[in-house]
């Protein structure tokens, strides 16, 4: 409902097509680069992707944020973050059902 309320959509338009879901949750911890230590050159905390799912919510990393993003202009860039707030990160499930919205 959130996402549909966002996006300016029926209260139903999401939930009214996943009567018979299966629904999965998953949970990553990262250790944080203050424990794990710098990547190496070259090296990725984990390999580049795409969320696949509806919705990814990131705590971020005390005065470091954590997730990057890609652009062809700019290639990887620390995504903006504000302290002591969520980074909620749309997935390709959420694209696809909202046309790309």
Known sequence: ????AALGLERDFFTRHT??????MNINWYL???VAGAPEPGQ????????FGTV????????????QVWT??????D???QVGAFTINTGDLLAR???GR
């Open 56 to 67: 990814t919510i990131l705590v971020p990393e005390p005065g470091r944020g954590g997730l």
């Open 19 to 24: 009567n018979h879901a299966t629904h999965t």
């Open 44 to 51: 990725y905390r984990i390999g580049p992707h795409t969320d």
């Open 1 to 4: 409902m959130l996402c549909a």
């Open 32 to 34: 944080p680069m203050t």
């Open 79 to 81: 995504a903006p973050y």
């Open 72 to 77: 062809r202009e700019d290639g990887w860039q």
């Open 97 to 99: 059902w909202s046309g």
